[in-house]
């Protein structure tokens, strides 16, 4: 008998019999789309969970990404990091902006900001950080820079649902944050996505160009995409809101039985703890360094073998990528450690059906 395999994340899906009931208001409201009744209250309401004043839904966090940089005019180059998933990067040529590339700090795998000076121009705009693994970015210090060069900063939100900084939603750093509600995400929609506003003015402008620059019947003012959030969607998202708390908390009781079963584990670390930060427990990334027993393709393979379909987040780097490999800041001398840590990382299972004895089937294949 071989055991089940085990995947990197399972969506979370509450009982069916509990969206039925909404399906059956769209079905009488025939209300399908175009800011229906479910898309008015998840905005509601998960400005409220989240602690964020303003929010735009959409029906995919690229083009919430895209739509982003789109509002706040932002052009020429970009600053980024190269340690994140390929949206990142392309929701800047979708906007004809060159990504410049910077390395990360090895220990939290997010952008340097020590790094982001070097490679101002005269052409820099923005800053385009990701808080990787949903772990804060160095917001205070990203601020400043951007404040003494006149740079907009748009977080990369997409991992950090729901996470707390010194005590505050996370989301409220940047003059815009992006979050995803793909189905691999702690909290999602199937498809989805958002954008964080400061005020109801960028709100405003900002569902314009989620509607083709729509502002009434007869009056566009943009030129606008679609990027709308459908009824079913927002659906998903109000009954998941129910559970996502408890998924949350199922979460964080895995990374307690991970990170006790294999500290102390030559050559293999963890993420560190930050004590000020409330987190979601989306990923739990371990770095197989050069003192381990095997590679890290040798035990990512090996766990495969076993039924465990970890996943190398994030590998390949994206200025390893064709369409970027050939940008100056996407040269190997520019970013040392991000290549490194792409090179070491494994993203092991955690989801909230993930039982604790599966935890530790994944724990007891690591150790071999
Ligand atoms: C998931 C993700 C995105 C893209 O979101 P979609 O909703 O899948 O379009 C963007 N950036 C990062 C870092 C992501 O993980």
């Known amino acids: 008998m071989t055991d089940d395999p085990i995947y990197v994340t399972r969506p979370l899906l509450p009982p069916l019999a509990e969206f039925i009931p909404y399906l059956e208001r769209i079905w009488e409201s025939r209300w399908l789309t175009n800011g229906g009744q479910f898309h008015v209250e998840l905005e509601a309401r998960l400005a409220a969970h989240l602690g964020v004043e303003h929010l735009a839904l959409f029906t995919n966090g690229t083009i919430a990404l895209v739509t982003a940089l789109q509002a706040l005019g932002v052009g020429g180059e970009v600053i980024t990091t190269p340690y994140s998933f390929v949206a990142t990067a392309h929701s800047l040529i979708w906007n004809n902006i060159t990504p410049v590339f910077v390395d990360i700090d090895p220990v939290t795998c997010n952008m340097d900001p020590a790094r982001i000076e070097s490679a101002i121009t005269p052409r820099t705009t923005a800053i385009l950080p990701v808080h990787c693994y949903g772990g804060p970015c160095q917001v205070a210090e990203i601020r400043e820079i951007a404040?003494?060069?006149?740079?907009?900063?748009?977080?990369?939100?997409?991992?950090?649902?729901?996470?707390?900084?010194?005590?505050q939603s996370l989301l409220s750093h940047?003059?815009?944050?992006?979050?995803?509600f793909h189905a691999t995400k702690a909290f999602h929609t199937f498809e989805g996505?958002?954008?964080?506003?400061?005020?109801?003015?960028?709100?405003?402008?900002?569902?314009?160009l989620k509607n083709?620059?729509?502002?009434?019947?007869?009056?566009?003012?943009?030129?606008g995409i679609n990027g709308k959030m459908n009824e079913i969607q927002a659906a998903m998202g109000?009954?998941?809101?129910?559970?996502?708390?408890?998924?949350?908390?199922r979460r964080g009781t895995i990374d307690s039985i991970y990170r006790d079963a294999l500290s102390g584990i030559r050559g293999l670390t963890m993420l560190p703890i930050d004590r000020k930060c409330e987190p979601n427990y989306s990923y739990f990334p371990i770095f197989v360094g050069p003192d381990?027993?095997?590679?890290?393709?040798?035990?990512?393979?090996?766990?495969?073998?076993?039924?465990?379909?970890?996943?190398?987040?994030?590998y390949p780097l994206i200025s390893d990528m064709p369409m970027y490999r050939s940008l100056s800041s996407a040269?190997?001398?520019?970013l040392p450690r991000a290549r490194e840590v792409a090179n070491r990382v494994l993203?092991?299972?955690?989801?909230?059906?993930?039982?604790?004895?599966?935890?530790?089937?994944?724990?007891?294949?690591?150790?071999?």
């Open 331 to 334: 040269s190997p001398e520019n």
């Open 193 to 208: 996505g958002a954008i964080v506003c400061p005020n109801s003015e960028t709100k405003k402008r900002i569902d314009h």
């Open 238 to 249: 109000l009954l998941q809101l129910e559970y996502v708390d408890e998924a949350i908390r």
């Open 212 to 223: 083709f620059g729509f502002v009434d019947e007869i009056t566009v003012v943009e030129v």
């Open 347 to 368: 993203c092991l299972p955690i989801y909230p059906d993930l039982t604790d004895s599966d935890a530790m089937r994944v724990v007891r294949a690591i150790r071999g």
């Open 147 to 167: 404040d003494a060069h006149g740079l907009r900063v748009i977080y990369d939100a997409a991992h950090a649902f729901g996470v707390k900084f010194e005590g």
């Open 292 to 314: 381990f027993v095997e590679s890290r393709d040798r035990l990512y393979e090996r766990l495969r073998r076993a039924g465990i379909f970890g996943r190398r987040y994030f």
């Open 174 to 180: 940047g003059d815009l944050a992006v979050l995803s």
